[in-house]
Structures are given as C-alpha cells and as structure tokens.
C-alpha cells in the first residue's frame, strides 16, 4: 500500500525508503512522488589540457605563457585571452601567497562529507593571474590574506585538479 | 508570476508557466492568445528539469504552436536574458508581440544536489573539483573586496595585518547583515516572496555560517516558481493597454568563466568618474564585476541616462548574495567602487516609509531590492529575472496595490527602474532600464 503524507519533508523520506509516497497538498488533492535515480559514466579527455594534469603526478604545477604578448597565467589556457595567440606551458614556483580564502562549512553533496574545508586563491611571484586549490592544515582563524603557502601533492593521483592543494609555509 | 516556494508539488513546470501566463493575460484582457507572435522561454538547468527541450512543452502547454519560438539559457542570469531576447524579437520586427516566460523547479533534488548541479555552472576540470560550490566562490570575491575596500580604509591604521583583516571581516559582515535585513523586510510586503522576515542585524550574524564570512541569512534559497511578460511594439502595445511600460535601454557584459582568470586592468569609467578615483586599482580581480559594468555602461548610454541615482526610481539587482549586493552597486553606479559599505550605511537603498529599526540617515535615496530580491524572494533560476521585471512593471504601473493586495512597496511616482540579473561568479550580467509610460 502507498503511503500518504501531509508533510513533503515525510513524502521525500518515504520516497528514499520505499520509492513512492502520496503528498495531500494544501488544496486537498493528491500528489504521486516517486524516486527517480540518474547516474552516468562520461567519457571525458583533458586534451589540450592534459599535460597540467599529467605534470600534477610528477609534483609539478605547470600554467601558460602567451608567446605574443607574454602574458603569465597561473591555469592551463591553450591561448591568450588578451591576444589570441598560443600559449606556452610555464612552469610555476611551488611557493605563493593567499590572494583570497574562504571556509566552507557546507558544500555541494559530492563535498559535503570533506566539510569544513578552505579555499584559497594562490598568487605567484611575476605571473598575472592566481591559482584555485584548497589549503589544508590551517584553522579559519590562521588565515589571512599575503599569508605564505606551498604546494602539496596527492601520493595517489586521481587525475583531478585536487591532486594539488597548498599548506602553509610554517 | 507564481509565488516563489521551496516546493510546488502540485504543478510541474508547464502548469506553472500557465498559471502565470493567465494571471497576466487577465491582466491585459484586450489581448489574445492568438495575438501572440512568438515566444522565449528560459529555465537554466537540465539537470533540475531532466527533460530536454523543456520549453518546447511549455510551448504545447500554452497553446502556442505553431509559432516562432526558442530556449534562453544563461546561467544565473538566464530570465534577464529572456527579456533580452524578447526586446531584440520585438524591436527587430520580427513580432509585434512576444511572450517571455520563465522557470524553475529545484525541488527536484535535494538542497545539496541542487548545490552541485549549480556549481557545474562552473569549470568543470579547474573549478568543481576543488570544491564546487558557489557561496564559496563568492565568498573568496568578497574576502578580496573586504581587503582591497575596508582593510585598506577604516581599517588602514592597525599595523597587524591579520588583526585588522579580521576586523575589516566583522565589519563587512554587519554591513552585510543590513543587506539582508532590508531585503526580508521589504519582502514581508510582498505575497510573492518565499522568505519575507523581520530580521535584525544580530539574527543575520547569528545564522549558521556557509562559507567564511557568508551566513545562511545573506544567502538566496532554492525556489520553484515561474513569471511571465508580454513584450509589444510600441504601436501595437496601445491596441491593448493604456498602461504599457517602455524598455528604454538594454545593456549585457561577460567575463572570465574561471574567477582565476579575472584581468587586473583599469576600470572601464562611467562619464561622471575619473581616472584619479581608481588609481592603484587593479580591476577588476576578483573583487568586483566587470561583466556588470559592462552591461550598465551599455544600458545607461542606450536608455541616455546620465545620473543613474537621480534618473531611476528603483533597483531590482541579482543578490543573490548579500556580498554581491554590495559589490554591484559599484559595478552599476550608484557609488564608486570601494563605496558600496558606506552606501549601505547611509541608508541610500532602504525604502523611505519602512522601519528597519536600524540608524539610518539618508533613507530611500535610491530603493535596492524593494521586491525583497532573489535573498526574500527566493530564486527559481529561470523565473527570477523576470521576477525582477515583473515587479518593475508593476512599479512603473502605479498597480503594486492590485497585485500585491498592499501598497508599502509602491514606490512613489516612479519613473525609471533597473533591473540587473547576473550568472557565474559575474561570468554573464545582463541591465535592462524600464521607463513609465503614463500615470493615473
């Protein structure tokens, strides 16, 4: 038998338990919800990209050089978005400076177990543009913006943009 | 327009879209479903829809085939780019008139879902996997606004530079507080809003905290709701109303998906500020929007406005934070940039005739946000920019009273109003200035 609520809170935990619930609306009619699951494998290549990531695996932070104008990137951009020429990888210092952070202490579902957590926009030395990681081992309350911080790699790479994260200089 | 509601589930995206395109078909009597030529229909996300070519259900639903029509998607800033189109279809010629509907059903997923499929709305090899989540994107912009505007201002004599960014933080989020407690009571007016609330500051301080230094107070909320506006050349616009309300001037700016990638240049200027107002500053960073300058340089040269404070009535602008509040009143003018706390201070955007229980000098200059904004009012993606339109016209109507059932949001002889929608971390702004035609 099919269950009916007053309560969409009760209606949404019906539905995880036993796929289907009747919500009784305000108006006094009856609502069919049901559980709808949706998962998907892509199929996805870095492609201009990838050598980024390949590098993070050897504990190496690479961003972009544009040959035109020498613009000085701290991300991957296969041209320059101030001259439209190609760019070259450059290798960045593994040394910078926190140019703004946050702590979240919520965050999207695939996240929201790794709460709290601090992100940080990492300036280098003489490039243009910072760098978005996540810095570990610091405190909401240690962090302040110029402060020193350095590059850490994952010992097992997932090929993501996390395999790199900062901490700070001590 | 709907009301906006955490969730509808006794309507799908379809009977909401009805349910709004008859209200305001009532609303105009004289016009009829077949004088409608075309239409644009916007909703943001497949992922909260799982159905593709949503649009052109709601197309069917309404009865409108076989006309011209098509989907507008732009993020955030998706329903001000509906009108967008909308206007363009009407001012090309190619209808004399055309629906512009929006909407959004985010109940479909749970609220921490619905956070992820947003923050897809962000690069997705270099931003998401980080940590996607768009309260903390903008919490590092403000974080960098506090530093560059209050740290390095109120705050310039304290010589421990963590103590005084500390401190420029506590203020900022008081100031931010007063944000969000104009916009819940402004909204406790308005029967459309999803979260009218008469807030004190020390409530918004004391809400949960999000991401550093933004609290659960001086954020929108995940809505279902849908709104709607027919656009018409002016010659056919008087066939049906004598009420219409001019769209006097379009404006629309773009920016850096990744916020990393943000230039550090000059500021584009507005004719009334000068060169020396911004030296030393790096713009736009990450501190401020230079797609929303863009699209008010754009809107304010189209619609021939030269003092945006004096020449407009109200502003409708996307805060969808209570930070990015502050930060697009620099973006659009109504102070300079590393104004925006003052301005907020002074009273400038809170209504004249409500009582804040704040200590507020200089009310009701230049109303922010009377409607409640996306904070009160919620954010059903899709809808909300046409939210803000609706509302502008009924504003410029003089008809807050007949829609609204009360008259505390009626702004007196208003003339002009903005109305700003913004996506992406200000990845994509949209400005649209509405004009009154005539008054009762």
């Known amino acids: 038998m099919i269950k009916k609520f007053g309560k969409f809170k009760d209606v949404m935990k019906e539905i995880k338990k036993n796929g289907a619930a009747l919500y009784e609306d ?38 972009s050089k544009c040959r035109k104008c020498g613009y000085k990137y701290g991300t991957p951009r296969s041209h320059c978005m ?84 900062f901490v700070p200089v001590k | 327009m709907t009301k906006f509601a955490k969730a509808h589930p006794d309507m799908d995206f379809r009977l909401m879209v009805k349910k709004a395109y008859d209200y305001a078909m009532a609303d105009v009597p004289a016009i009829k479903t077949r004088d409608i030529d075309s239409s644009r229909i916007s909703y943001f996300s497949d992922h909260f829809t799982r159905q593709l070519k949503a649009a052109s259900m709601v197309q069917d639903y309404l009865g409108l085939n076989p006309k011209d029509s098509r989907r507008i998607e732009w993020g955030g800033a998706t329903g001000g780019q509906c009108i967008q189109a909308g206007w363009e279809t009407v001012a090309s010629g190619r209808s004399d008139v055309c629906l512009v509907a929006g909407f959004e059903t985010m109940s479909r997923v749970e609220t921490w879902k619905g956070n992820e499929f947003i923050a897809l709305a962000s690069d997705t090899n270099f931003d998401y996997p980080v940590g996607g989540f768009y309260t903390g994107y903008y919490a590092l912009m403000v974080q960098r606004h506090i530093y560059k505007f209050l740290r390095k201002t109120r705050f310039a004599g304290i010589k421990d530079e963590k103590m005084a960014q500390e401190m420029a933080t506590r203020e900022a989020m008081r100031i931010m507080a007063m944000v969000s407690v104009k916009n819940h009571m402004n909204a406790t007016a308005n029967p ?37 506006l027919l656009l018409a050349s002016e010659d056919v616009a008087f066939k049906y109303t004598d009420k219409p309300v001019l769209i006097k001037g379009v404006g629309c700016g773009t ?7 943000r230039p550090h240049g000059e500021v584009p200027r507005f004719p009334w500020e000068k060169k020396s107002d911004y030296e030393n500053l790096d713009y736009p960073g990450v501190h401020s929007f ?16 030269k003092d945006p404070k004096k020449e407009l009535s109200f502003v409708e602008l996307h805060d969808a934070y209570a930070s990015s509040e502050i930060q697009t009143y620099e973006d659009i003018g109504l102070c300079k940039y590393g104004e925006g706390y003052d301005f907020v201070e002074s009273g400038q955007p809170f209504l004249k005739e409500i009582d804040y229980k704040l200590d507020l000098k200089n009310k009701g200059i230049i109303p922010v946000n009377p409607s409640g904004g996306l904070i009160a009012c919620g954010h059903p993606v899709g809808a909300t920019g046409i939210m803000q339109g609706v509302f502008a016209f009924w504003e410029l109507q003089n008809s807050i009273k007949k829609h609204f059932g009360n008259s505390t949001l009626q702004i007196k002889d208003a003339k002009r109003g903005l109305i700003h929608s913004h996506a992406g971390t200000g990845s994509s702004v949209t400005v649209s200035i509405l004009e009154a035609v005539k008054h009762d």
């Open chain 1, 26 to 63: 305000p108006s006094g009619t009856e609502d069919l919800v049901i559980s709808s699951p949706y998962q998907i494998n892509y199929i996805h290549s870095y492609a201009e990209d990838s050598k980024f990531f390949i590098e993070l695996t050897k504990g190496k932070l690479f961003g």
């Open chain 1, 82 to 165: 101030e001259c439209g020429s190609e760019t070259d990888w450059m290798e960045l210092p593994l040394k910078g400076k926190v140019h703004s952070w946050t702590t979240c202490y919520f965050g999207s579902e695939e996240f929201l177990k790794e709460t709290p957590f601090n992100l940080v926009l990492v300036e280098f030395d003489g490039v243009n543009t910072p760098f978005l990681s996540r810095l570990v081992g610091a405190k909401t309350e240690d962090i302040y913006i110029g402060m020193d911080v350095k590059a850490e790699f994952k010992k097992t790479p997932r090929y993501l943009v996390s395999d790199v994260y």
């Open chain 2, 192 to 228: 459309y809003s999803q979260y009218p609330n008469k807030l004190t500051v020390d409530d918004v301080l004391k809400s949960e905290m999000i991401s550093y230094p933004i609290n659960r107070q001086s954020i929108c909320t995940m809505s279902d709701g849908a709104a709607v």
């Open chain 2, 255 to 261: 920016d850096t998906m990744r916020l990393a990638d």
């Open chain 2, 290 to 305: 230079r797609a929303g300058r863009a699209a008010a340089l754009e809107a304010y040269k189209h619609a021939g406005i």
